[in-house]
């Protein structure tokens, strides 16, 4: 009882953390506690880099996963979107390494598909690569900017998760050159 309360807890706070931060949108940030699982990966890349071009996810299909370029209310420029879902990058990872572990990835998900999605619309094939994460599976990058998903990011209306400072960062979207997208 006393783990589920702490559980609960520690979700609620994550939760008030990101609407506190949310850049005066007007609009609560996304609750952890929504439904969503990161999908298990495939067996890690071995190029010390952290770029996936030895191949270890299987590679991208007509009818399997892709990375596309959505239009956002308030955003200059298109950006990088998983199914409907804004995919995000944080200015404290560095070049194909990952810096946001442990509670971060409860709100900020590792984008870590099972194969390497196709590149739609714009978005450029050789920019998507892989890394191994520290906590153990593949994710997916762009432009050596490991990606994440914001735990119940509407892919309709304004953004909740742009420019939202968290875990000793700032957390953006991301347009078709790799590149931290800024609200206009």
Same mark, same amino acid.
């Given at each position: 009882m006393?783990?589920?309360?702490? @559980?609960?807890? %520690?979700?609620? /706070?994550?939760?008030?953390? $990101?609407?506190?931060?949310? @850049?005066?949108? %007007?609009?609560? /940030?996304?609750?952890?506690? $929504?439904?969503?699982?990161?999908?298990?990966?495939a067996s890690p890349?071995?190029?010390?880099?952290g770029q996936d071009t030895a191949g270890k996810l299987p590679p991208p299909t007509a009818s399997g996963p892709a990375v596309d370029l959505t239009s956002v209310t308030?955003?200059?420029?298109?950006?990088?979107?998983?199914s409907g879902s804004r995919l995000c990058i944080f200015d404290k990872d560095g070049n194909n390494q990952s810096r946001c572990t442990g509670k971060c990835t409860?709100?900020?998900t590792p984008y870590s598909p099972?194969?390497?999605?196709?590149?739609?619309?714009?978005?450029?094939q050789g920019l998507l690569g892989a890394i191994q994460r520290p906590d153990g599976p593949v994710q997916l990058?762009?432009?050596?900017?490991?990606?994440?998903?914001?735990?119940?990011?509407?892919?309709y209306g304004p953004p909740k998760g742009e420019?939202?400072?968290?875990?000793?960062?700032?957390?953006?979207?991301?347009d078709?050159?790799?590149?931290?997208?800024?609200k206009s």
């Open positions: 006393r783990t589920r309360m702490a @559980s609960a807890a %520690g979700a609620l /706070a994550i939760g008030l953390l $990101a609407a506190a931060c949310s @850049s005066g949108s %007007g609009t609560a /940030a996304p609750s952890p506690s $929504a439904s969503h699982s990161p999908t298990p990966s890349p071995d190029q010390a880099g308030g955003i200059p420029v298109k950006v990088l979107t998983f409860i709100a900020w099972s194969r390497m999605p196709l590149a739609k619309g714009g978005v450029k990058t762009y432009n050596g900017h490991p990606l994440y998903d914001l735990f119940g990011e509407s892919p420019g939202i400072q968290a875990y000793g960062g700032t957390w953006y979207l991301v078709a050159d790799g590149n931290p997208v800024k």
